[in-house]
């Protein structure tokens, strides 16, 4: 049947965005002698060399350069793996790649920083992107499928631009549910659209990113193009924090193809990925249903947003009594108020791009230190936003003490940065911001107050 080889698509639209159940469990080890996270890294020559092995850039003369990468893939991947495997078993680890690649990316990244480009040549083979994918004994499902979508195989071809194409192998369809509901054409669509780049991302430039743009344009974006999450952790270089990029650098006279092991399906709105991960945003979930905000959200028309979102251990380090006063009947509007603080729509700002409201369209945040100010859903109170990029590091700072801990949550709607702190405002219009002192109810509540008379009555 036509498409039958996505027939499970719909059902499983998150379930390569975030990790399955078995992925999700925490899995933890306790050796007897834990050294530090940096001792366990490799050396930058070590990265290199890893790199360099797993995903070899120069294609020789083949019947075909795509079965090639994928050949060498099997020989020297495996090795790689190997070593990746043995580091993660060194520690504690959770394994719920959502909540714990942030951790791991950031000094991977400084140690390959050059990236895996460097001191090679690009070996253009005579064939377009599509024509590569088509020939390939090892992507014969993705091609079957894009052969249905005649537009989409007439950019593949096209020599107007150099496309990145993420391509799932055979096996990765293998990981699809066995039953599901039919998708329509639209979702099937989508689906492939989000493969695609319209950019030219070797692995070099894949590695020194944080997002990446698609083909897929989003309406709940103010139709800006939806991004791909990339990231080195140990599991690997990755996309969407989930699916492994197992093949590198297979060029074509019109783009560069990377091979993944999942498929990669479009993201579920931003109040759907905080609920798939009660175990470390439930209380923010539980907030967001008990003001009623969860309801205003899901019921607004907006273009994009930003969503500064605080995990349990943020709430917790509030205390039990302020908890105990916010989840309470008589703090319920200090609490509606607080979330707004976090809350910015209509602008979606990712660590390496920013989509302004009412702006210019997209605008790619340079080099060095960046400064924001987003105005919140909380009348007059905005948040000051700093993010420094150097290479592939990036930190993004609020209000000058808040880091955010793990960035660049993609969903439909925009982008979710996770806290470990609460953000509390200051008591006045450009007053001093709350930097992690200890707080009293009162004290919250003389910040909250002017800024929460009218949100709700008691």
Partial sequence: MKYALLLPLAAAATA?????????????????????????????DEVYAQLDHAFSSVIETSKSALDDAFSRFEESGQRAKGRFQCMKSMTAFDVGAWLKSAAEEGPLRLAAEVGTDHGHHHHKHNKTVWELIAESKYTTKFAKVISEETDLVKVLNSTEANY?????????????????KMPSKEQIKKTLMYHVSPDFYPAGRVLASHTIPTLLKEATLGDEQQRLRVGLSLKGLTVNFFSRIIAVNIFGSNGVIHGIDRIIFTPPPTLDVIELFPGEYST???????????????????????????????????GPKINAFLFSKYGEKYLKGLLKYHVISNTTLYSDAFYPYKGPKEESIPKGVFHVDLPTLLEDRYLSVDVARYGGFISIKINGFTDVAIQDGIAKDGVIQILSDVLIPPKKLGGKHWQGEELSVEELKERLEPLVDQEMEL
């Fill in 16 to 44: 390569f965005v975030v990790p399955d159940e078995q992925v999700m469990s925490r899995l933890i080890v306790e050796p007897k002698k834990t050294a530090s996270f940096a001792e366990k890294l490799p050396t930058k």
């Fill in 284 to 318: 923010l979930a539980l907030g967001l249903h008990k003001t009623g905000l969860h309801y205003d959200f899901e019921h607004t028309a907006q273009t994009g947003g930003t969503f500064f979102a605080p995990d349990n251990f943020a709430f917790q380090k509030l």
């Fill in 164 to 180: 990145t194409v993420f391509a799932p192998t055979d096996e990765a369809f293998e990981h699809l549910p066995k039953h599901g």
